[in-house]
């Protein structure tokens, strides 16, 4: 194959009508063809099924937020499905399990966790089956209550791992088969780091939070047997002499475990470092500059021979080729124009 299709969530401030798609040419080591898909309000993260039949978005619609289902067509245009809206401020994160049969979502400004199931037969969002609002604060002005960033599933898909930033905590649930959801655990995580996303290690032992404030990847492993978590390395992904404002955005790991990568809002850089594949601990390879500002999010092709950022104040996404034995990032084009990028999604493969 020498082009891959892909998707990209945007605040629909400016110029921004909704979700973009787009075509990157690997052959020409471009991207091609980038247009509007399907129009939305702020549509800022997106989840595609693992068949590529359907895409689940984030979605705003006047006093209320909650979730769009969308069939993915042919030539890269979304069509709705249908909706399913609560009352106040939009999710920020969502996810969907292999089989399609489960959406769920973070809400940053509730503090909670909310699921769906899904219509085998169209791929429909159903009501809600379940919403847990979790409790506490953190230190930092910021958490002044909790703040719900993240929502995946752990790689065997029996248990969901939630990351809150405002009560620093990574907290698993288990999934029941009407689509609530039960607690197992919550890990207290240092205080005032504000954990934002997450990332499994291919071989299932180990787990990668970065935090937003406190600029750093955690490393935890993952116990399996029981869904629970435990610290075991904080590695901080800016230089030493690095004193101005960032927050930490996205981390992702290659497909082989070798490598994370994580991005820096303010430094506007992606941090790469090599995983010990016997402990799971990091060590740190280099920065590579977005050539933007504030880059929210980053995500590699499927071949993962290409790294595409997106800079949400900068407007504009940067495609960096990956050297898959070093894990070292080079630009090639950083001039392709979306408004307020957050999410980047490639199809299935």
């Known amino acids: 194959m020498t082009k891959y299709s892909g998707f990209v969530g945007t605040y629909t401030k400016g110029e921004s ?11 020409s080591k471009k991207i091609e063809n980038v247009h509007v898909a399907g129009e939305l309000e702020n549509p800022t993260y997106l989840t595609i ?11 705003k619609e006047g006093e209320t937020g909650g979730i769009t289902a969308f069939s993915i067509k042919e030539d890269g245009r979304l069509t709705t499905v249908n909706s399913q809206l609560l009352a106040g401020s939009s999710p920020c994160h969502v996810s969907v399990d292999s089989k399609n049969r489960y959406v769920f979502s973070a809400n940053y400004h509730k503090g909670e966790v909310v699921s769906h199931l899904i219509n085998q037969e169209n791929g429909a969002l159903k009501s809600v089956a379940s919403v847990i609002n979790h409790e506490g604060r953190g ?3 910021r958490q002044d209550k909790p703040h719900t960033h993240y929502v995946g599933l752990t790689p065997d898909e029996k248990y969901l791992a939630v990351v809150d930033l405002g009560i620093d905590a990574l907290i698993t649930y288990a999934i029941n088969e009407n689509g609530t959801l039960s607690k197992v655990k919550l890990l207290p995580l240092k205080a005032g780091s504000g954990p934002r996303h997450l990332a499994f290690h291919p071989n299932g032992k180990f787990a990668y ?11 935890l492993s993952y ?7 435990s610290e075991q390395q904080y590695i901080s992904t800016l230089p030493a002499d690095f004193s101005e404002n960032n927050q930490g955005s996205a981390i992702h790991i290659s497909s082989d475990g070798r490598f994370i990568y994580a991005g820096n809002r303010g430094h506007n850089s992606i941090a790469v470092f090599t995983v010990n594949q016997e402990t799971g601990e990091l060590s740190f390879i280099e920065h590579t500059s977005t050539e933007g500002d504030w880059p929210r999010d980053f995500a590699f092709d499927p071949s993962e ?14 495609l960096f080729s990956r050297d898959e034995a070093t894990g070292r990032l080079t630009l090639i084009q950083s001039d392709i124009v979306v408004p307020h990028p957050v999410c980047v999604k490639f199809l299935h493969i």
């Open 223 to 229: 116990h399996q047997e029981n869904g629970h978590f």
């Open 305 to 318: 021979k290409f790294v595409i950022a997106s800079n949400q104040e900068s407007g504009n996404l940067a």
């Open 209 to 219: 939070v970065m935090t937003e404030f406190s600029s750093e990847v955690i490393v």
């Open 49 to 59: 099924s693992k068949d590529n039949q359907y895409l689940y978005s984030v979605a």
């Open 139 to 141: 230190p930092d002005p």
């Open 17 to 27: 009508k909704g979700i973009y798609s787009f075509t990157l040419n690997i052959e």
